[in-house]
């Protein structure tokens, strides 16, 4: 399937890579959506092979192992992965920390760690979210202590995206618990034998559930001291704000591609069921219907669209991104459930692609930031 339009951003260099991205998804990834459901985890050698075709951190510079694409070459990526249906791949999570590490990071951790993660040789993830403390990252208690050989890392995440597979999370913790926000600092924790780390159980979600989300515990866990983030302390809060709208356009980009694909299922969907002795298309209420979301998910595609030129160009903010995130998901969860009573009862089975869709969307309004987190911020600019 394509974009509901035309996309002024598309060249014929993308149109090229995402017909590689399309035979990539359509053999390694949609066939095992199932299998990956019921193990609660896409298979290891998945990121490698990702990796071997250069998708993991398609927009991170060559020189730290990226494949030196802009933003719209991740578009593509998470757009195809979308139409696909697939909501199990953590790549977003994985992208988001690389990011991170490209603009906040020192030179020694981009050239150390980038590398890795654009090979698959290492999964990312970040660890924001605790058991009482969710949205208001100021709330945190986990600690990074520093003493003698590095920091040694004590506390509880929880909902942690791509916890089971990963080899490095970013973890969010107070270097200084006395200084409210100014003591939060972003730490590069290494899981492989580090015995102060442990992963509890993977979480049985509503949706999503080929994506390891996962609680991580820390018992004194150990971080070198050159692993801060940035290399210094207490930068922690200015740094999560900094990357926030990258994440927040990623969540936006699969809000559209799910729009797009859900309509294209109920129109061949309404096309070929009848009722009454005529096809579901030939009705009113099905035709005003269809109508609707087409004309929503064009809206929105244009929406999207400016956000993804304003990313390649470095200008986006913020609220632009806060919008795009909370407008386009309200709407993507919207559509869906109207999708799913057009198509009645088989909307209801699993085995339909629309129901799995249904399931998989509603947390894209909690993720990344709730939805009411992001109305805040928009308000604030007012």
Not at 183 to 188: A, T
Request: contains cysteine.
């Amino acid at each position: 399937m394509k974009a509901i339009i035309d996309s002024p951003w598309m060249t014929a260099e993308l149109e090229g890579f995402r017909d590689a991205v399309r035979r990539f998804v359509a053999h390694e990834i949609a066939p095992h959506q199932e299998r990956w459901r019921k193990q609660q985890h896409v298979d290891r050698e998945l990121w490698n092979k990702a990796g071997d075709m250069g998708l993991l951190l398609a927009d991170i510079p060559e020189e730290y192992g990226g494949s030196g694409g802009s933003f719209a070459h991740m578009a593509v990526v998470f757009e195809e992965l979308a139409y696909a249906g697939d909501m199990n791949f953590g790549l977003h999570v994985h992208a988001i920390v690389a990011h991170y590490l490209l603009n906040q990071g020192t030179e020694e951790q981009k050239r150390k760690y980038l590398p890795k993660l654009a090979s698959g040789e290492m999964v990312a993830a970040i660890a924001m979210s605790e058991p009482g403390a969710g949205s208001d990252l100021k709330g945190i208690r986990t600690t990074a202590i520093k003493g003698e050989g590095g920091y040694r890392v004590n506390g509880s995440k929880t909902f942690i995206s791509n916890g089971y597979l990963a080899d490095l999370v970013l973890v969010v913790a107070k270097t200084d618990p006395a200084a409210g926000a100014k003591g939060i600092s972003l730490m590069l924790l290494e899981t492989r034998d580090n015995p102060g780390f442990r992963v509890g159980r993977i979480l049985e979600k509503v949706g999503q559930k080929g994506q390891d989300t996962c609680e991580l515990f820390f018992d004194d866990a150990h971080v070198p001291a050159q692993n801060v983030l940035g290399g210094e302390e207490g930068k922690g809060f200015a740094q999560l704000m900094t990357e926030l709208p990258y994440e927040r356009t990623l969540v936006a980009i699969v809000g559209v591609a799910s729009i797009e694909r859900a309509l294209e299922l109920t129109v061949a969907h309404a096309r070929e069921r009848k009722a009454f002795g005529q096809a579901l298309i030939e009705m009113q209420n099905t035709r005003f219907a269809l109508a609707e979301i087409k004309t929503e998910a064009t809206v929105a595609r244009v929406f999207l669209d400016r956000c993804i030129e304003d990313m390649m160009a470095g200008r986006m903010d913020t609220v632009r991104a806060s919008m795009a995130k909370y407008w386009i998901t309200d709407l993507q969860c919207k559509v869906v459930d109207q999708c799913v009573q057009l198509f009645g009862g088989y909307g209801y089975m699993l085995e339909y692609p629309i129901a799995q869709m249904y399931v998989d969307a509603r947390v894209q309004r909690i993720y990344g930031g709730a939805n009411e987190i992001m109305k805040e911020i928009i308000a604030r600019s007012l």
